[in-house]
Nanobody, 124 residues
Framework: VQLQASGGGLVQPGGTLRLSCVAS????????ISWFRQAPGKEREWVSG????????YYADSVKGRFTISRDNAKNTAYLQMNNLKPEDTATYYC??????????????????WGQGTLVTVSS
């Protein structure tokens, strides 16, 4: 079972990036996929999640309206489209898979598989 995250890079403020999270060894529909991020010197922060069954998506207030999470079942890949990026979005982004209990989607402890992280730097 493995998650492979990619798509990070250096982008100017206001720019866009799309992160990808390819799953192997299981199907994305079998669980919830979330994106987390961690900036240097800061705690890990939940960014967005999408349920496996009903595809309902959820966002942190800090990214709502700018980021979009999606899933392509045929490619067994999840995405995080990030628009209007800000310097405060700079962080290493991780995808994770789990089956969080109701109301626990933001809790990183309930995710049992994690990708290796991809660095996003927003700077002029």
């Amino acid at each position: 079972v493995q998650l492979q995250a990619s798509g990070g890079g250096l982008v100017q403020p206001g720019g866009t990036l799309r992160l990808s999270c390819v799953a192997s060894g299981f199907t994305l529909r079998s669980g919830t996929i979330s994106w987390f991020r961690q900036a240097p010197g800061k705690e890990r922060e939940w960014v967005s999640g999408i349920h496996g069954g009903n595809s309902h998506s959820y966002y942190a207030d800090s990214v709502k309206g700018r980021f979009t999470i999606s899933r392509d079942n045929a490619k067994n890949t999840a995405y995080l489209q990030m628009n209007n990026l800000k310097p405060e979005d700079t962080a290493t982004y991780y995808c994770a898979r789990g089956r969080p209990p109701l109301g626990s989607i933001r809790n990183g402890d309930v995710y049992n598989y994690w990708g290796q992280g991809t660095l996003v730097t927003v700077s002029s």
